[in-house]
């Protein structure tokens, strides 16, 4: 049974850090790629970052300078460094999987498993 648990969000203040966390099990997390989504109220999901099995990362231009995406194929965890943070940040921030996959994308449909997300408030 796929699982991806989400842990690290928090509320900030404009201009702070957060690191988010994404244990994942249940398939082969280094054959896969892996992406971290976004959703504000009212809004449609978006990508913001996802890496594949090689390391090779894309970013959302919004957030491109600012959050590092990086993965650990040995604990199979996916990790979302998040500095500057701006209020336009604020979102329910999901893990999400696409097992066997190649050269990894920012859209939604691309994966197969998400995971419950993690809530980001930054205050202005």
């Known amino acids: 049974q796929v699982q991806l648990v989400e842990s690290g969000g928090g509320s900030v203040q404009a201009g702070g850090s957060l690191r988010l966390s994404c244990a994942a099990s249940?398939?082969?997390?280094?054959?896969?790629?892996m992406g971290w989504f976004r959703q504000a109220p009212g809004k449609e999901r978006e990508g913001v970052a996802c890496t594949d099995k090689y390391g090779r990362t894309v970013y959302a231009g919004s957030v491109k300078g600012r959050f590092t995406i990086s993965r650990d194929n040995a604990e199979n965890s996916l990790i979302l460094q998040m500095n500057s943070l701006k209020p336009e940040d604020t979102a329910m921030y999901y893990c999400?999987?696409?097992?066997?996959?190649?050269?990894?994308?920012?859209?939604?449909?691309?994966?197969?498993?998400w995971g419950l997300g993690t809530q980001v408030t930054v205050s202005s």
């Open positions: 249940g398939y082969s997390f280094s054959t896969s790629f």
């Open positions: 999400a999987a696409r097992p066997g996959g190649s050269f990894c994308n920012l859209n939604p449909p691309s994966y197969n498993f």
